[in-house]
């Protein structure tokens, strides 16, 4: 049997999303090609150019995820998701909604108000947000689709920075969790599946990578090694001391 995850009815056998903030012709075809990608994120605007339409350069079968990047309140992101299924990207829709400027940290409370109400509407919602136990419940509630909690500030690569949080998210909702912005190595991928997690976004680690279809392939492996050994469950951990793989009790005696 193939090993999927499930979003809003529809099964996804790639464990790889590509978030498409840096935008390139060359990175979106080594998502698809090299890494796998069945779901790529695009921004409005990408969609609404007057001279290059990123939704010519996307193959046919590929889930497109329209963001809301850029909005500050619930209202704006609302209002963006509408537009974006109006411009024919479907009816899947990433909440991002950022007042802060500087870290460009999710606005929690504004996600679950926007999640509410675009999941009224009939929106697959996949909500972008800081790893909070409440708030996670909460958009459950508002009818996500999945919880995608950061591990660390978009474009930053600085991996799991939040990694306990996003480990309690893993145990105790019953979603599925898919880590989110700052993941800059193909072994913290690998570590967020080993986690549990259901899916990986990646952007800046690829984008700026020196071989961008190399990075693409090793970020495919490595997320697919981590799912490999979270399945087959990870062997023990020792808080003290050690523990011989061999017996070396009669060798000792000796």
Do not use: W
Request: one cysteine or more; proline letters at 4%.
């Amino acid at each position: 049997m193939q090993d999927s995850f499930t979003l809003g009815g529809h099964s996804f056998t790639s464990r790889f999303i590509l978030g498409s903030g840096k935008y390139s012709l060359d990175l979106i075809r080594a998502a698809v090609e090299h890494a796998g990608a069945q779901i790529i994120t695009l921004a409005l605007r990408r969609a609404n150019s007057d001279t290059d339409n990123i939704l010519d350069h996307i193959p046919e079968g590929v889930t497109l995820l329209p963001n809301t990047s850029g909005a500050r309140t619930a209202g704006e992101a609302v209002r963006i998701a509408r537009l974006a299924r109006e411009c024919g990207c479907g009816n899947f829709v990433k909440i991002e909604i950022m007042r802060d400027s500087k870290y460009l940290l999710p606005d929690n409370q504004a996600t679950i108000q926007a999640t509410e109400t675009l999941a009224n509407e009939g929106f697959v919602v996949m909500p972008y947000m800081y790893p909070d136990l409440t708030v996670a419940r909460d958009l459950v509630n508002a009818g996500a689709a999945c919880i995608m909690p950061l591990g660390a500030p978009i474009g930053s690569n600085k991996g799991l920075a939040t990694r306990d949080f996003i480990q309690i998210l893993i145990d105790e909702i019953d979603l599925p969790i898919i880590v989110d912005a700052g993941i800059g190595r193909p072994s913290q991928a690998c570590e967020a599946m080993e986690m549990g997690a259901a899916a990986v976004m990646a952007n800046t680690a690829i984008a700026t990578a020196g071989d961008i279809p190399a990075m693409a392939e090793a970020f495919k492996k490595a997320i697919e090694a981590g799912r490999t050994a979270y399945l087959a469950k990870l062997g023990r951990v020792l808080d003290k001391g050690a523990a011989a793989s061999s017996p070396l009790t009669g060798f000792l005696a000796d």
